[in-house]
């Protein structure tokens, strides 16, 4: 018995030993695996739970509105908008004025077309907008509206211009003032440049005067500087025949002549171009015929002394003409010498008055071409 129990307390001791030995390599194992694999292990297990579960919504921080539609469109985007300006016949149109427009109106890019008729707006935001075009000589061109969306090259199509309705200003003039045009250029008409040709129309259709009108055409016709030439040169042969020999010689003499040639020639013009024109509403002037043969625009020259137009229009007795020189004739009686007066020195002024009228008449319709600034063909 002695003998065995030193055996068996060996033995015991064997076995702590290899016990105590398996521990520790058991310890020295759980040491060598890494950390990162239980850590990878660990986020692999949350990503399977993440899948699993559903999206959480994201916090509304108060800083866009709720409505996506209502959010305010970017300063810039990435979209782009395109085209080519064309006329109607498919030519290309250079320097159009082509704007981007917001559905709202509100204006966002302008650009001016190229050589080719290409413009090419870019970094535009999404949303719908519209192209107007305007050029010279074309009328506008308006898009319809379109919509764009992020990254999208937009290309607006059918961008053709018409030309533009002409623009016609039809400016009407009263006939008061065409009459007045039609003054100032016959006060400009003067036989050989020198001897007055106002009464005298080259416009055959001419507007009427008014009575106004007449007077002032009388005042400047009948106070003509070359009118007092021809009044003074008058008196001069009465004086050299001694006609009205009532009023004697010498500078006295003279002076009565000339005041009595510039009276008769006065009151016979305003008589018959102002006075009894306005009165009875006829036309003081002589219309140049111009066409057809020599015999018939004699016969115009020599009828207009009876016959002449009315303001309407018309053809009338010329009562003016008449009225006119018997009018004037008559008040000679006031300052002609007491031997001449009577019904023949009426009749005998009158009938002068009648043939200087004719014969006037006659050099008006053949003197154009030695007439100054006569403008009109007559009746064509």
């Known amino acids: 018995m002695a003998s065995s129990l030193p055996w068996k307390n060996a033995l015991r001791k064997a076995l702590c030993l290899r016990l105590h030995a ?21 986020a692999s297990a949350r ?66 077309s190229e050589a080719d008729g290409g413009f090419n707006f870019t970094k535009i935001p999404a949303g719908s907008y519209l192209v107007i075009v305007n050029a010279k000589d074309f009328a506008t061109f ?43 250029a016959a006060e400009k008409q003067r036989l050989m440049g020198v001897i007055p040709n106002f009464y005298t129309s080259y416009t ?34 009465e004086q050299a025949t001694n006609a009205y020999a009532g009023y004697g010689q010498g500078a006295a003499g003279y002076g ?8 008769d020639g006065r009151s016979s013009d305003f008589l018959t171009h102002a006075v009894f024109p306005s009165l009875l509403h006829q036309d003081p002037r002589y219309y140049y015929l111009g066409s057809g043969s020599v015999k018939a625009r004699l ?5 207009s ?28 009686n006031l300052y002609y010498p007491r031997a001449n007066r009577g019904a023949g020195l009426v009749f005998t002024n009158a009938a002068v008055g009648l043939a200087g ?17 006569a403008s009109g063909i007559g009746k064509q």
Request: proline share 6%.
């Open 22 to 42: 398996a521990l520790a390599g058991v310890s020295l194992l759980l040491c060598v695996v890494p950390a990162s694999a239980l850590v990878q292990q660990q």
């Open 357 to 373: 009228r004719i014969g006037g008449n006659i050099l008006r319709e053949f003197s154009k071409r030695l007439t100054t600034n």
């Open 256 to 263: 009565k002549r000339f005041a009595a040639k510039f009276t």
């Open 142 to 184: 308006t898009s319809a509206e379109f919509a764009v969306a992020e990254q999208q090259i937009y290309e607006v199509p059918n961008v053709s211009l018409s030309v533009a309705a002409a623009n016609m200003a039809v400016t009407v003039h009263p006939t008061e003032f065409i009459a007045a045009e039609q003054i100032r």
């Open 47 to 112: 990503a399977v739970s993440d899948r699993l579960l559903p999206d959480a919504p994201l916090p509304n921080l108060g800083l866009e509105p709720k409505d996506p539609a209502r959010r305010p469109i970017p300063a810039e985007g990435s979209a782009s908008v395109l085209g080519i300006v064309l006329d109607v016949s498919g030519a290309s149109v250079s320097g159009a004025e082509v704007s981007l427009m917001r559905e709202d109106g509100t204006g966002l890019h302008t650009m001016v």
């Open 299 to 303: 016969a115009h020259a020599v009828g």
């Open 204 to 237: 055959f259709d001419a507007a009427p005067l008014t009575a106004k009108q007449k007077f002032l055409f009388a005042v400047r016709g009948t106070f003509d500087p070359v009118s007092m030439v021809g009044v003074a040169f008058g008196a001069g042969i």
């Open 305 to 332: 002394a009876f016959f002449t137009r009315t303001d309407n229009g018309l053809t009338a007795p010329n009562y003016s003409y008449f009225l006119g020189d018997f009018g004037s004739a008559a008040l000679s």
